[in-house]
Nanobody, 114 residues
């Protein structure tokens, strides 16, 4: 059974930082592209950052230079370091694992106050 468990969300002031973690189980983690998506109230879910098995990354334009995605294959964990947070970053952040099938975590709330 596949599980993706996110942690690290919370309330932070604008300009602050948070680090999200997503620990995976039930998959061969190193084979999977891992991504962070977010969904704000009334908006569609959008890609924030993605890292493939080889380590290449891509980011949404809105977070480039502020967010960094990384992975630790030994720990089956993907991270999202979020710096210089803005109120518009407020959303539920979801972890995604994608290989032959896609899996989602339950999400973690990030709230940035102005």
């Amino acid at each position: 059974q596949v599980h993706l468990v996110e942690s690290g969300g919370g309330l932070v002031q604008a300009g602050g930082s948070l680090r999200l973690s997503c620990k995976a189980s039930g998959i061969i983690f190193r084979l999977y592209a891992m991504g962070w998506y977010r969904q704000a109230p009334g908006k569609q879910r959008e890609l924030v950052a993605r890292i493939i098995s080889g380590g290449s990354t891509n980011y949404a334009d809105s977070v480039k230079g502020r967010f960094t995605i990384s992975r630790d294959n030994a720990k089956n964990t993907v991270y999202l370091q979020m710096n210089s947070l803005k109120p518009e970053d407020t959303a539920v952040y979801y972890c995604n694992a994608d290989y032959k099938f896609g899996y989602w975590g339950q999400g973690t709330q990030v709230t940035v106050s102005s």
